[in-house]
């Protein structure tokens, strides 16, 4: 059964760091193309950054609002992916999830809670 199961998250003042790990089970994950979506409050879900398939991966595309402060990345013998935060803003306040879409299907993890506040 594929499942995705997040940690990490919580709160940082404007200008902290905080990151988040995804780990997969039930799938291959350097078949299928993973990241990570967020949601803020009142607004729709939206890409933050898309990790292509493959083993060894460098085309990782970022949300223009992230760039430069995000860095999504993956280990694959231990089916875990990362999203790295640095200089965190009070925009950056949402829920995060990763995601994959394996045979057409999108599959989420449960959510995790990021608050961006001094």
């Known amino acids: 059964q594929l499942q995705l199961v997040e940690s990490g998250g919580g709160v940082a003042q404007p200008g902290g760091s905080l990151g988040l790990h995804c780990a997969a089970s039930?799938?291959?994950?350097?078949?299928?193309?993973i990241g990570w979506f967020r949601q803020a409050p009142g607004k729709q879900r939206e890409l933050v950054a898309s990790?292509?398939?493959?083993?060894?991966?460098?085309?990782?595309d970022y949300i223009d609002s992230v760039k430069g402060r995000f860095t999504a990345s993956k280990d694959n013998p231990k089916k875990t992916f990362y999203l790295e935060m640095n200089n965190l803003k009070p925009d950056d306040t949402a829920v995060y999830y990763c995601?994959?879409?394996?045979?057409?299907?999108?599959?989420w993890g449960q959510g995790t809670q990021v608050i961006v506040s001094s």
């Open positions: 995601y994959t879409e394996v045979n057409g299907r999108t599959y």
């Open positions: 039930g799938f291959m994950m350097d078949y299928y193309a």
């Open positions: 990790i292509p398939k493959g083993e060894h991966v460098t085309n990782i």
